[in-house]
Structure formats: C-alpha cells, structure tokens
C-alpha cells in the first residue's frame, strides 16, 4: 500500500497541475519556497566536489523492469520496478527507482526542458524519479534528500538516425489516447537503453523540489551536462500524437515549469566540463523541512480519487 502511495503522489494526475504555473504559489505557498526547481545551471558558479563520482546503476539494463506507460494527462509516466537501484553518486543515502516521465514544448525548436544550462533550453526533459530506500511515505516528505531525481536533457540533432530504444518507447507512446490510458511495455526497452549515450560523471548537483504542486521541497536534483541526442521523428511524438482531450482536439503540450530563483548552492561533479575548483564543498543535504502529516494526506486523497 506504502508503495502505491508513493507512485501516486509521484504520480500527479493532478487537476491542480493543470493551472498555469504561475498560480501555483497562490495555491500552495510551498510552490514559492526558497529551493524551488528548475533552475538555470549557471555552471561556470558550479562548485566542483569530488566527492560526486561515478553513480552505480543497479538493475538499469532489466528490460524487464520497465513495467507500464500510462498517459497521466501532464505528461506520460513509466512505472518502474523497485528492484532497480541508484547508489554512490555523492548521495548520502541509496535509492529505488519509482517511476520516469517527461517535458517537452509546442514544436520542433521551441524549447521544452525544465531546467537550463547557462540559460539555454533543451527540447525535452527526461526525469527519473527514486525515493530513498528504507523511508516511510511519511518521512519522504519529510527530508529534503527524501527523493533523488536524475534529469536529463533531451536535444533534437538532425540528420543522425532514429534511436532503436526510443523508437520504441514512441511507437507504444501512440497508443495512448486519453488521460489514464496506459500499455505494458513487455521488455521492449530498458533503462539503460535511454541513457547510455550520456557521459554519466559529468553532472550538476543541488537541493530543490517537485516540479509541479505541491512543489515538496524534498528532492536531491542530479541534472546531466550531456543531452540524450534524438532524431526530430522521436521528440515530435510527444507534442504530435499526446492529446489533453482527443475529442476537442486539444494537444499535450508545454508541459514544464518555468526557472524558478533557488537559492541554493550549485555542485559540480568530479568529471564536469565547468565548475569553480575552489574546494569539495558539500552535497547539498540539508534539514527536514514541511508537514508530513499533511503530505500523507493529500497522498491518501490521490489514491481514493483514482
């Protein structure tokens, strides 16, 4: 049941996630908080800490492990199987994986990731999701190391070929239709298969949020220097063949936060191509902070709406 909880919260089939990003402060003051994500990645400010070396990717080439995409109405969502693992990486805790989804823009060209680097936007942005292993649904809300997301950005390059792992995780993308739709993926593609392509030791590391409501303060952001290159037919799947509603026509689009102003320090990793050498600094970890009680609620909410 915990575990369910979690992927629901995680979730975010939210009706409020569907106001414009600009009311949810009004909305839930923890959307104004002070380490709020995305950000820009200024990364010549980035503090380099060797301490962030080389993660360990435990089960990420389990094609098995991919289990369901569902179309969630925000985005598009893989449920992931738990006994996939992220550890080291300067993370002071290890982690299991819960689920990825993705932004992205209106078109070819107009930026769709969440997060920039040194002011420029990607086209989209791939987010896996983990939560620290061993913690209550309580206390993951509860720390703001409680989540650790990876974040990967996504970049259009034409004239290279379609990648044969998203090629596939698109073909199944099309037969999602509506909100709650949903497919197995029957080992068609692995973790690994999506990011293999990426440097993965060179990285940007801070103490931020949820992207969308409530904007829990919780998450151990890893956001990649290296972008996932696709051919164009790839990303145009997301913004062409995804519909808020099929029967108005209208499309899933535009699905990102803006930046938001975080006051929080920016890390580099050992092996990122800029940073400032000025020490090892920390990590980012910090103090718990928000209301578990309430997070619990709420979370009990989206499992009996559903």
Not at 93 to 114: C, M, N, P, R, T
Not at 148 to 163: Q, R
Not at 196 to 206: A, D, E, F, G, P
Not at 239 to 257: A, M, P, Q
Request: positive net charge; proline residues 3%.
């Amino acid at each position: 049941m915990e575990a369910v909880l979690i992927l629901l919260f995680l979730g975010l089939r939210q009706l409020e996630s569907a106001t414009a990003p600009a009311h949810w402060p009004a909305l839930y003051p923890t959307c104004n908080g002070t380490r709020q994500s995305p950000i820009d990645i200024k990364t010549k400010e980035a503090v380099r800490n060797n301490d962030l070396g080389k993660f360990l990717f435990l089960m990420y080439d389990e094609r098995q492990f991919l289990t369901t995409i569902k179309h969630t109405a925000m985005t598009v969502k893989v449920t992931l199987n738990t006994r996939m693992q992220l550890r080291a990486g300067g993370l002071n805790a290890d982690y299991v994986a819960a689920q990825f989804h993705l932004h992205w823009g209106k078109s070819i060209g107009s930026g769709g990731s969440e997060h920039t680097i040194d002011g420029k936007q990607a086209d989209m942005e791939l987010h896996i999701v983990h939560r620290q292993k061993g913690l209550s649904l309580t206390n993951v809300f509860a720390r703001p190391d409680g989540l650790a997301v990876l974040g990967f950005h996504i970049m259009i390059e034409h004239g290279i070929s379609e990648d044969p792992a998203w090629k596939n995780l698109t073909k199944i993308i099309k037969h999602l239709k509506d909100d709650g739709d949903y497919q197995h993926l029957n080992d068609t593609v692995s973790l690994m298969d999506l990011i293999r392509s990426v440097n993965l030791t060179k990285y940007y590391r801070y103490n931020g949020s949820l992207t969308t409501p409530e904007c829990n303060q919780v998450v151990v952001w890893t956001v990649f220097e290296e972008p996932i290159r696709l051919n164009a037919s790839v990303v145009e799947t997301f913004f062409e063949d995804l519909y808020v509603n099929r029967t108005s026509g209208i499309k899933l689009r535009e699905n990102f936060r803006p930046t938001q102003h975080n006051r929080n320090q920016v890390y580099a990793s050992r092996g990122a191509t800029k940073a400032m050498d000025t020490g090892t600094g920390n990590n980012g970890s910090g103090k718990a902070r928000g209301s578990p009680l309430l997070l619990l609620a709420l979370a009990s909410l989206y499992l009996h709406s559903s």
